[in-house]
């Protein structure tokens, strides 16, 4: 089975050609082709989502075309390609960037004849752990605790198996990656605030400021970083002009206290739930201190359980994931039924 998956939810334009057989535990990659406008985002510190659009619609077919390419797609004498479903990101997401990829992949299943079929992009983040990748040998055994830590979203799964994969928490207001932008923004440092902290963070004390943990011991399986942002500007206006020494003290005690949070709930969910697999899988999961946290905590606490992260390039945005998760739980849906939905969520 080959999948064309189309992936234009918020900034990025991807194209993949993923191959699967029945029994396969994870996906093989014939192809993944990514642009992005962050570049032109970064100069106005954030994504506009008019310019998004604009740049996707100009290079979603020519990703599409170089996808097959370099996946050395045949094509029949009436140029059909050889591939069997078409499988596109419908939400949640920026209304005029779905619409783009949304439409073009409507058009190619009505054209070549190939069903289509709705991605869920929150869906798609869990299933970069289901794409074969060099470094990573070991299968993936359920049940498994997944975090979904991305620009959008912050949220904590039960994984029994891949149809049935139940939300247990998330984010009460801002998600992780969005406090990592938002703050990024506050210390001058250059979008997306996530990976500019990062670096900064690695010549700072994580120990010099004591942000708050918010709701690090509640009960429940929810998050709040909107407060971190607060904290953190209260900060700044007491240093008159801020060195790069303060901002790599702020961006590595700012870091502890997400990545804090962050295990303190997952491991939670992974005792409650007896699980033997943790995923993580979004952007913020590109973090290396976060991965390195996590494996530190598993080893000291003697926790039996494997971990696993994707490769960096398959945390952040990409139309791989969107096909690996069409091939493990997609099933195909008649044309007229596919629609964009920015709102879509868990469900
Ligand atoms: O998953 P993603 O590419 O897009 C969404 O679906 O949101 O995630 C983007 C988010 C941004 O907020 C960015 O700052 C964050 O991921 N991010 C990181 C890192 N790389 C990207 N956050 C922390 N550390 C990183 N290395
Ligand atoms: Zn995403």
Same mark, same amino acid.
């Given at each position: ?34 642009? /992005? ?213 702020? /961006? ?67 139309? /791989? ?27």
């Amino acid at each position: 089975m080959k999948i064309l998956a189309i992936e234009t939810s918020c900034d990025e334009t991807a194209a993949a050609i993923i191959e699967g057989k029945p029994k396969d535990k994870k996906v093989k990659i014939l192809s993944n082709v990514i642009s /992005s406008s962050l570049k032109l985002h970064a100069k106005t510190g954030g994504i506009i989502p008019e310019v998004a659009a604009r740049e996707q619609i100009k290079y979603l077919i020519p990703i599409i075309e170089e996808a097959f390419k370099k996946a050395k797609i045949k094509t029949s004498k009436d140029n059909i390609p050889d591939i069997d479903q078409i499988a596109v990101t419908i939400g949640p997401g920026l209304i005029g960037s779905l619409l783009i990829g949304v439409e073009t992949a409507k058009t190619l299943s009505l054209l070549w004849k190939k069903p289509i079929i709705p991605v869920n992009h929150l869906y798609g983040h869990i299933y970069a752990n289901f794409v074969k990748q060099d470094a990573i040998k070991k299968d993936i055994t359920f049940p498994a605790i997944v975090l979904v830590v991305s620009g959008g979203h912050t949220d904590l799964l039960l994984m029994r198996n891949h149809n049935n994969i139940k939300w247990l928490g998330g984010t009460r207001d801002d998600a992780a990656g969005e406090a990592f932008d938002k703050i990024g923004r506050l210390l001058n440092l250059p979008y997306p605030g996530g990976p500019n902290i990062e670096e900064a963070a690695s010549k700072g004390d994580e120990k010099k400021y004591n942000f708050p943990r918010p709701l690090i011991g509640s009960l429940d399986f929810d998050f709040s970083f909107s407060g971190l942002k607060t904290a953190v500007l209260r900060e700044v206006k007491t240093i008159v002009k801020i060195d790069n020494k303060q901002v790599a003290d702020l /961006s590595a005690s700012l870091q502890k206290a997400i990545i804090d949070v962050l295990i303190r709930k997952t491991i939670k969910a992974v005792k409650e739930y007896s699980v033997k697999s943790i995923l993580i899988s979004g952007g913020v999961s590109a973090n290396k201190k976060l991965e390195n946290q996590f494996l530190k905590e598993i080893k000291d606490n003697k926790i039996n359980i494997d971990f696993f992260v994707p490769e960096k390039w398959l945390c952040t945005d990409n139309a /791989s994931m969107i096909g690996a998760c069409a091939f493990f739980r997609g099933k195909p849906i008649p044309l007229e039924k596919i629609t964009a939905n920015p709102e879509l969520y868990f469900n």
